[in-house]
Structures are given as structure tokens and as C-alpha cells.
């Protein structure tokens, strides 16, 4: 290498370095004002996959930190899931009901679908209810596919916005589910939406598939 090439080397090196500088200077100043800590509402929800997948990945992850977490699974509870079998393995730390009764095209039965969404909105609020005070039983409750009975009327969408908005201050609440409902969006504090690009259900008639669906 030409000294030339040297020297342009150093400077590129140089003006990197500074660059990085820059950065660092102005994320120590976005995180400076950074201090509070809350309880948040996460919803996750579009037509992509991956929404329960991430919640789940969110309570391993509460899980590897000490955390107490209740799962209650609002259309899923026929399926034997690998998440189940996971997070059985730590029942000090994980409560989990599955009282679903299969998507609304499986149960085609609405009464039936209402009184399921019911028991499983109850089985919430009285999780949720158990974090109030000075003991919380929980540090985070997955309320997985919510937005899907909610998005078919099973359940009052004004009841449970305003269930979740009294939440304790502390508790984490996520919510899965597509097609979440504006009001859902504006109480949340963390909204992620999936969006589909492509699939192989869709794109290449592959059924769904140990680890990877379930």
C-alpha cells in the first residue's frame, strides 16, 4: 500500500471515529431524560406471523429475569404448543391457561365462542387483579389473542379498555392478536404491528409446522 492509500486509510479511520463520537454523544443525550419505569400495555397485532411467537419470546424473557408471569390464551387452547412445554418447565414463575376453544371457522358456533372469550376475560381480570397492593402475584400477564375475540365482538370492547387502563401501575400487560382495535392502539404504550410479506401457507400450500407454528 502507497503511502497515499496510508494516509487516506487513517483519515477514513479518523473521520470514522469521529462519526462514532457524534452518535454516542447524542444517545447519551436521548437517554439522559430517560428514568421513569412503568408498567406498559404491548400489543401486537397485523397480518403478519410472529405476534404470539414475540410475546412468548417477551415472557422467556421475564422469565430469565426472576419475573412471575400468568398466560391466558384466548383462541389457542386445543393446540399443544412448544412455548407450553417451555414454559411449564418453571411453574414457580409461570402460570399459564389455555381456555380457548379454537378459532371462530373450527368452533363455528357463537355462543360457544362468547362464553370461551368470557371465561377466558375473567381468568385475566382476576390475574390482573391479583398484581393490585403490596404483593403482586405477577410481573406480566399475556393475554395472548385478545384482539381476535374482541375484533369478533365476544367480549364488550369498552369493558375491557377500561379493565386495562386501571391496570396496576406496575404490571406489564401484552396483548396479541390482528386487526387490534383503534381503542386497544391508543391505551397501548408499545404497539408493534407484523406485516406479511410473504408466507408459506399462503405463497406455497405448506402446512403449519412443529417449531415453527407451534
Not at 386497544?184 to 406455497?204: N, S
Request: with cysteine; proline share 2%; net charge negative.
Amino acid at each position: 500500500m502507497s503511502d497515499t492509500e496510508n494516509q487516506q486509510s487513517a483519515e477514513d479511520f479518523e473521520r470514522a471515529n469521529e462519526k462514532s463520537k457524534k452518535r454516542k454523544a447524542a444517545r447519551d443525550k436521548m437517554l439522559s431524560n430517560k428514568v421513569n419505569e412503568k408498567g406498559l400495555i404491548i400489543v401486537h397485532t397485523g397480518k403478519g406471523k410472529g405476534k404470539s411467537t414475540a410475546a412468548f419470546g417477551l415472557a422467556t424473557r421475564a422469565v430469565g429475569n426472576g419475573m412471575k408471569i400468568g398466560v391466558v390464551q384466548f383462541v389457542k387452547g386445543k393446540w399443544e404448543t412448544g412455548e407450553k412445554y417451555v414454559l411449564e418447565k418453571f411453574p414457580d414463575q409461570v402460570e399459564m391457561y389455555a381456555l380457548g376453544e379454537g378459532f371462530t371457522w373450527d368452533t363455528q358456533d357463537r355462543e360457544r365462542d362468547i362464553a370461551a372469550a368470557e371465561k377466558a376475560w375473567a381468568k385475566s381480570k382476576e390475574m390482573i387483579d391479583a398484581c393490585r397492593g403490596d404483593n403482586p402475584k405477577y410481573d406480566m400477564v399475556v393475554l395472548d389473542e385478545l384482539n381476535i375475540t374482541l375484533r369478533y365482538d365476544h367480549l364488550k370492547l369498552e369493558e375491557v379498555i377500561d379493565f386495562l387502563e386501571n391496570k396496576p401501575e406496575d404490571l406489564h400487560v401484552v396483548i396479541t392478536g390482528r386487526n387490534a382495535k383503534e381503542e386497544m392502539i391508543e391505551i397501548a404504550d408499545l404497539v408493534t404491528e407484523m406485516t406479511l410479506v410473504k408466507h408459506p401457507f399462503r405463497d406455497q400450500n405448506i402446512k403449519a409446522q412443529r417449531g415453527i407454528e407451534f
